[in-house]
């Protein structure tokens, strides 16, 4: 840990007033049942205005909090728990399901790449947009190790989550697709933990299959990204 | 208590070794290399899934908290999101919507014969 930029108050005030922040919405989350009061996405929402509004610049926010974003490998880690108690259910097709994820997630992380780099022409945007559908600690860290934008990563999993998970059902329900280990599969492909957690609200057949598969494909989009993008970046 | 150390420690054990791993092989992130030594180990038996289940679930339910000085980086891109806002969140939506489609179009074709209700959810 480096502390140079700032001092060491100033940084435990910082970090216990986003845990404070993060800690009350979650609760009024959990309290009036609203999914759309994404703890994440409301602190970002209010901190944003704080930092402006006291002239505290990014990089010193980043070191002063240094401490939460330390806590994201052991939460990736955690992470095997989830995956060790489905893991009996994916063991019978494992092959089948590997495969078609790891296709699926070739397609779309070529696809996203290419068309961020044509519109937009900036590759640590074109990377972490790449990275959208992974669940978030394993996204910002694969975002951060290609010198990828993890800010950008962290938003647009936001969006690929809310998105899926609200209109995903709908649109697989509408192309006629009705089992529910494909609805889950798909959705938790797509749509990682947000996915699965409002899968598992209605139908827990679906939640389930949901976490398993947003857990390998983080695993396969980790293997395939540092492959993909240096095969992609010559092209533009 | 017991079970939260146990826990804390468990989840040490496997980061340190995925460190280690990662340093010897390179490849993967360590704390992947550690989530799947986590799996592997809780298969094995060599950690108590009763023991770490609590603690784990608690653990997940709360990583939000990781990523928001991640997230709060977004205030250097205002610029960005002004010129490319639109273009950003329609590359999401439609390969968002291109994935979810590509998976569960397979997954309905090749797995539906061979699949059975998954049970146990956990909640994260």
């Excluded at chain 1, 139908?203 to 389930?208: D, E, V």
């Excluded at chain 2, 799947?36 to 990583?63: E, R, T």
């Amino acid at each position: 840990m480096s502390f140079d930029n700032i001092n060491l108050i100033d940084a435990l005030i910082l970090t216990l007033m986003t845990l404070a922040l993060y800690q009350s919405i979650s609760w009024a989350q959990q309290k009036w049942q609203l999914i759309w009061l994404n703890p994440m996405l409301f602190s970002t929402i209010v901190i944003i205005p704080y930092l402006l509004v006291n002239n505290i610049d990014y990089p010193s926010y980043r070191d002063s909090t240094q401490v939460l974003n330390a806590l994201l490998e052991p939460a990736t880690v955690a992470l095997g728990f989830p995956l060790y108690q489905q893991l009996q259910h994916i063991k019978r097709y494992w092959k089948e399901l590997i495969a078609i994820l790891a296709l699926g997630i070739c397609i779309v992380m070529i696809i996203s790449f290419s068309l961020t780099m044509l519109l937009i022409h900036q590759t640590e945007i074109a990377i972490a947009l790449s990275l959208k559908s992974v669940t978030t600690p394993i996204g910002i860290t694969l975002t951060e190790r290609l010198q990828g934008d993890s800010s950008i990563t962290a938003f647009a999993i936001m969006i690929a989550g809310f998105s899926g998970a609200i209109l995903g059902p709908i649109w697989l329900k509408f192309i006629n697709i009705r089992s529910d280990i494909a609805i889950g599969l798909a959705i938790g492909t797509g749509s990682h933990v947000i996915g699965s957690i409002i899968l598992s609200k209605n139908n827990l057949n679906q939640g389930a299959y949901s976490s398993v598969a947003l857990i390998i494909s983080a695993l396969l989009t980790a293997l395939i990204i540092p492959i993909i993008v240096p095969l992609l970046l010559p092209l533009f | 208590m017991k079970n939260i150390i146990y826990t804390i420690i468990a989840i040490s054990i496997c980061l340190i070794s995925g460190r280690m791993l990662y340093s010897v092989i390179g490849g993967l992130p360590a704390s992947l290399y550690g989530m799947v030594l986590y799996c592997i180990l809780l298969q094995l038996g060599w950690f108590n899934p009763d023991k770490v289940q609590q603690a784990n679930q608690w653990g997940i339910k709360h990583m939000g908290i990781c990523f928001i000085p991640a997230a709060v980086g977004i205030i250097n891109h205002f610029e960005l999101f002004q010129k490319h806002g639109y273009s950003i969140v329609a590359i999401i939506l439609v390969t968002t919507f291109i994935l979810i489609s590509f998976v569960g179009i397979l997954v309905e074709k090749y797995l539906t014969t061979k699949s059975k209700p998954a049970a146990d959810v956990k909640d994260y």
